[in-house]
């Protein structure tokens, strides 16, 4: 009897074994099926699908959760983790702001920021911007917008922050570097406003006896070409000596426009910038003409808000013809974004490539330097005198006198 019972025992505990056993093998097998279906580069994205499960089944009221937002937060996480400031997810409202942006007008004060030392700057105020009348300088370093700490905020949470409706309020505090001594911490409330930003402005200058035609830059948007093709035509039709064109805070653009401009400075075929891409490959930007000012006697003004696109130019200017430069050491961004567009409006902006001088030197984080240095202190601009222009002036009626 005892033997029966022990042989009907184990016959059951084999079978419950078996059972399990197959349960579980099989619920491995599911596993390893389901999580190869999310890996991706060797990275098992199955886990941001659990974190979405778990989280709408367990959280204690579901109807507060806005899955759509859920979904836009974790890709703008997993874009964030690169550690790139420049290469950012704009969910359908934000991918919109930013073509405003790049259509020249736009809603907020008029400042282009960038990251550098670790620290959210002002790239350059806009001219005519509310930021540019209340005292914003170029090299501003935000460090909080309407009283929150930026040190934890990427570029793009910046800038939303700071922009908003018309006739609105928002509270920048900014540090501000001092030659000697350490920086000064400044609180400014600034009233938003429709930003139209301006493109290109010339006027004629005399300086012992030569007329200078001075140039500035002030933006490379979509439009800038177009304005820059009727200001050249101006300044071919008047008697002129010698051009100064003036890139100081000017915060870059479109790529295009830049090289668009520069084949009016220089020799058809002339190299402009070097674009390395992530395989190390090298491609060369060539001017295409006209080049109706490639033999002017010319000088460069940049500052620190001088950046991107602005800098291609300043150095396929310096490097092709010794273009003199005068100012201060630009921004140093030389990094190339790509824009791509996704399917529900939203998009990304990925930073896909470098970009060189062509004498081959890099931008990114040293920008170019200029020949003479020569500063506008805080003092200067308050008493709206440009020592910088004067330097300017006097170098090039130098260069045209030789």
């Known amino acids: 009897m005892n033997k029966y ?55 204690v009221d579901p109807s507060q959760i806005d899955k759509q937002k859920l979904t836009y937060g974790a890709v703008s996480g997993m874009i964030k983790a690169i550690g790139d400031p420049y290469t950012v997810f704009f969910d359908p409202t934000q991918s919109k702001d930013f073509q ?15 990251l550098k030392d670790n620290q959210i700057k002002v790239i350059a105020p806009l001219k005519g911007t509310p930021a ?69 402005e010339w006027k004629m200058m005399e300086q ?59 020799e058809k075929g002339s190299i402009v910038l070097t674009e390395q891409n992530k395989n190390m490959e090298k491609s060369n930007y060539k001017s295409g003409g006209p080049a109706s000012f490639a033999n002017t006697p010319m000088v460069i003004l940049i500052n620190k808000g001088t950046a991107s696109s602005a800098e291609i130019l300043t150095g396929a200017l310096k490097d092709n013809r010794g273009i003199l430069v005068i100012g201060e050491t630009s921004f140093g961004k030389g990094l190339v974004q790509r824009v791509v567009t996704l399917d529900d409006g939203s998009a990304l902006k990925v930073t896909t490539a470098k ?33 910088q222009l004067d330097k300017a002036l006097e170098e090039l009626v130098k260069i045209i006198n030789q």
């Open 355 to 387: 970009w060189y001088t062509p004498n081959g030197e890099l931008i990114q984080d040293i920008g170019i330097k200029p020949d003479i240095e020569a500063e506008i202190t805080e003092d200067d601009y308050n008493e709206d005198k440009d020592p």
């Open 132 to 200: 540019e009348t209340a005292g914003i300088l170029a090299g501003d370093a935000i460090i909080e917008v309407d009283g929150q700490s930026t040190a934890e905020m990427s570029i793009d949470e910046v800038i939303s922050k700071i922009k908003g409706e018309k006739g609105t309020k928002v509270v920048l505090t900014i540090s501000r570097a001092k030659k000697e001594g350490t920086p000064e911490t400044k609180t400014f409330e600034i009233t938003r406003d429709v930003i139209k930003v301006p493109t290109i």
């Open 100 to 114: 405003e942006d790049l259509s020249g007008t736009f809603e907020g004060v008029g400042i282009q920021i960038g």
């Open 5 to 59: 019972i022990s042989k009907n025992v184990i016959a059951t505990v084999l079978i419950g074994l078996s059972f399990f056993g197959g349960f579980f093998f099989d619920k491995y097998i599911n596993e390893k099926a389901y999580k190869a279906a999310y890996n991706m580069d060797g990275v098992d994205l199955s886990l941001l699908k659990e974190v979405y499960e778990k989280t709408v089944f367990n959280f």
């Open 208 to 266: 012992d006896g030569k007329k200078i035609a001075y140039l500035t830059i002030y933006h490379f948007s979509e439009s800038v070409f177009k304005d820059f093709q009727k200001a050249g035509y101006e300044i071919l039709g008047s008697n002129f000596d010698g051009i100064v064109l003036d890139l100081r805070n000017n915060p870059g653009g479109l790529l295009n426009r830049t090289v668009d401009i520069a084949g009016w400075f220089l």
